[in-house]
């Protein structure tokens, strides 16, 4: 069984930046793709950025890209999320996700486990 957990959301202000991070429980974290997801109020979860097993290939949505940056430290067994230039319109819940090797990074079946998800508040 593989543990998820989040940290570092919060209440910003438009153009601010903030970094996530999600720790994961077992000795396995380098064999498995991991992803952040996010679901804001009244919507449906979308795909924000994945990344590799090794970190070599990163995945990004077009509304995050440029801004946001998903790295991984195998060693210490936790995946980041740093966002940058934050809008309002990325007020959400975010959630990293684990898969092991996922047919599609983009989509949420391709995941097995979740974490209980950060709130993450832009305001204008």
């Known amino acids: 069984q593989v543990q998820l957990v989040e940290s570092g959301g919060g209440l910003v202000q438009a153009g601010d930046s903030l970094r996530l991070s999600c720790a994961a429980s077992?000795?396995?974290?380098?064999?498995?793709?991991m992803g952040w997801f996010r679901q804001a109020p009244g919507k449906e979860r979308e795909f924000v950025a994945a990344i590799s097993t090794s970190g070599g290939t990163t995945y990004y949505a077009d509304s995050v890209k440029g801004r946001f940056t998903i790295s991984r430290d195998n060693v210490k067994n936790t995946v980041y999320l740093q966002m940058n230039s934050l809008k309002p319109e990325d007020t959400a819940v975010y959630y990293c996700a684990l898969g092991y090797r996922p047919p599609d990074v983009y989509i949420r079946r391709g995941y097995d486990y979740w974490g209980q998800g950060a709130q993450v508040t832009v305001s204008s």
């Open positions: 077992g000795r396995t974290f380098s064999t498995y793709t």
